[in-house]
């Protein structure tokens, strides 16, 4: 870049030393129907739970030491940086709150056209100001605080608690590589990806479908186990005669009891007759399944060793959706401006959207609301997480962009986006989940969701109230409401709600039996549920 990008004034250099289709039809989702060819299975081990991580930052990276960090960042890009640079210069120089606010306006479209061309450049040798730019939004290291350069100094680089939580550049790279599909919108567009990146994701779909059957046929496994348990229990108490002295101690007939025990055995047998040929049938599909993975993945051996091969067309198409994310995410009135300095956020680490934080936020509202993962396929219940997505903007609301995806509903993720620098991180990560408890809800009940279910008992609580605006709005506050207060006995919902997601959204027992005692209104709704327990109507 030479001295095209050196300011008057210094404004640039650090001065601190350290700084050098189709609509589809939904109303099979939750029915037992088969997974469609092609379609990637996600499902994972529904005993599995997010886990808090305690390691949130490692050793600082020495990103910042490089003196050319901002002339990195830009070389290559071609007459946009050219545009960023004079542009970012003006903002910065810029003496009176008008002029600043015409600059920052000129700011956010270059910001996006930059990170179109940064975003074509992705691969192992993607140098570490372009990357730090796509995943945090970081352009001259000098506009944040000496703090801030060592808080992103210390955020783990790579994924190492393995849960789909991943950063811009990390969710474009696998698009780029056909590891998922792009996030769907609503232009349908040709898929252009090389025949390297079908078989790619054609294999990662086989893959899904290897490993969700042998999770099915681990599952048939525990079920069949339980069962011979009781049977072996059944047969060792029918085996256990009495002794009888009057006869020299040898054992007498089977009492009362055992003799009852005889259809016992017989329903055992039965059962254990079906599960075996459910087992036969799952090693079946799975030697069916290892096949179909075997011939793809000698079709991408044929093909090279680089099958996934960027297609940096699909990343830059997938950018232009991130970048709607974001306006969603930060809302009409938020502040859209995408670069990280110093006077939009002051807070440190514990506020910012990392993977590590994210993830305990996630692990924390599971443990209140167990089932916000759970799908039901092939009326097997499993825990599916959607992939989240951390975008870095100002946003204080996470959003679900779609519940799963639009060609496989029954075992793909979906998507969530959470805004890497909110006021409140807990409350942009619960809105994503409550926006997700809504979507799934709603494409459940199809088009009776105003009738049935969660989304039907709230909606008609809503028109009711008279409210006013969008009822999926109002619905993800009270959900925030749900799990930041009334989890801890703060009872700020209005009753009705509280009624309803006390009982389509059931805390656990534990957090229940505590919330007996804290009111009349947990008494009352504990006091329900043991009705319906006991009339098993719940």
């Given amino acids: 870049m030479g001295d095209d990008f050196q300011l008057e004034d210094n404004l640039f250099i650090s001065n601190e030393g350290d700084g050098n289709a189709d609509t589809p039809d939904f109303s099979d989702l939750f029915e037992d129907e088969a997974v469609t060819d092609g379609a990637s299975s996600n499902a994972s081990d529904p005993m599995e739970t997010f886990q808090k991580v305690d390691a949130l930052t490692t050793a600082p990276k020495p990103y910042f030491k490089n003196a050319n960090y901002y002339q990195d960042l830009l070389k290559g890009e071609g007459e946009v940086s050219k545009r960023l640079h004079s542009t970012l210069a003006g903002f910065l120089k810029a003496d009176n709150a008008e002029d600043k606010s015409v600059y920052r306006n000129r700011l956010i479209p270059i910001y996006w056209e930059l990170a179109r061309g940064v975003t074509k450049r992705l691969g192992p040798t993607l140098p570490d100001p372009k990357l730090l730019f796509l995943r945090f939004g970081i352009v001259l290291p000098t ?9 992103f100094a210390q955020v783990p680089r790579d994924n190492t608690i393995d849960q789909p939580i991943h950063y811009v550049d990390e969710w474009l790279s696998r698009v780029a590589q056909g590891l998922v599909n792009a996030s769907a919108t609503d232009e349908t567009k040709p898929d252009a990806r090389n025949e390297k990146s079908k078989v790619s994701r054609q294999l990662e779909s086989a893959k899904g479908k290897l490993e969700a059957q042998l999770e099915l046929i681990r599952t048939r496994n525990r079920e069949m186990s339980e069962e ?4 072996k229990e059944t047969v060792l108490a029918l085996l256990n005669r009495e002794q009888r002295y009057e006869a ?3 054992k007498g007939p089977y009492d009362e009891a055992q003799r009852a025990s005889f259809s016992q055995i017989n329903q055992n047998l039965r059962r254990l007759s079906n599960m075996n040929r459910e087992l036969a049938r799952s090693f079946s599909d799975l030697e069916r399944y290892q096949d179909a993975f075997d011939e793809l993945k000698e079709q991408a051996e044929e093909l090279g060793e680089n099958v996934q091969a960027m297609d940096t067309g699909a990343a830059v198409e997938e950018m232009n959706t991130i970048q ?3 306006k969603l995410a930060v809302g009409r009135q938020g502040n859209h401006f995408p670069i990280f300095t110093r006077q939009y956020f002051r807070s440190g680490l514990s506020s910012v959207a990392t993977r590590e934080n994210v993830n305990n936020v996630l692990a924390e509202v599971e443990r209140l609301d167990p089932s916000i993962f759970h799908r039901t396929f ?6 599916i997480v959607p992939n989240v997505i951390l975008l870095p903007c100002y946003g204080d609301q996470g959003i679900c962009w779609e519940p799963f995806e639009r060609y496989n509903r029954a075992t793909s993720r979906g998507r969530l986006a959470v805004p890497m620098y909110p006021k409140e991180l807990k ?10 408890r809504w979507q799934v809800a709603k494409e459940k009940a199809a088009h009776y969701w105003m009738e049935e279910g969660i989304t039907g008992w709230y909606y008609q609580w809503f028109t009711e109230q008279k409210l006013k605006g969008d009822v999926k709005d109002q619905f993800i506050q009270d959900y925030i ?5 009334e989890s801890e006995g703060t009872q700020k919902l209005d009753r009705e709600v509280r009624g309803i997601f006390w009982r389509y959204m059931p805390f656990p027992q534990d957090v229940k039996d505590m919330l007996k005692n804290r009111g009349f209104v947990y008494s009352e709704l504990y006091k329900k549920d043991q009705n319906r327990a006991m009339s098993d109507g719940y």
């Fill in 143 to 151: 506009v944040l605080e000496k703090e801030q350069r060592l808080m």
């Fill in 228 to 231: 011979e348990a009781e049977l």
């Fill in 248 to 250: 020299d101690n040898q």
């Fill in 324 to 326: 709607q994310m974001a």
């Fill in 378 to 383: 092939k009326q097997k219940t499993t825990r």
């Fill in 427 to 436: 409350v942009a990560v619960i809105s994503a989940l409550g926006d997700l």
């Fill in 481 to 485: 409401l749900w799990i930041s207060k």
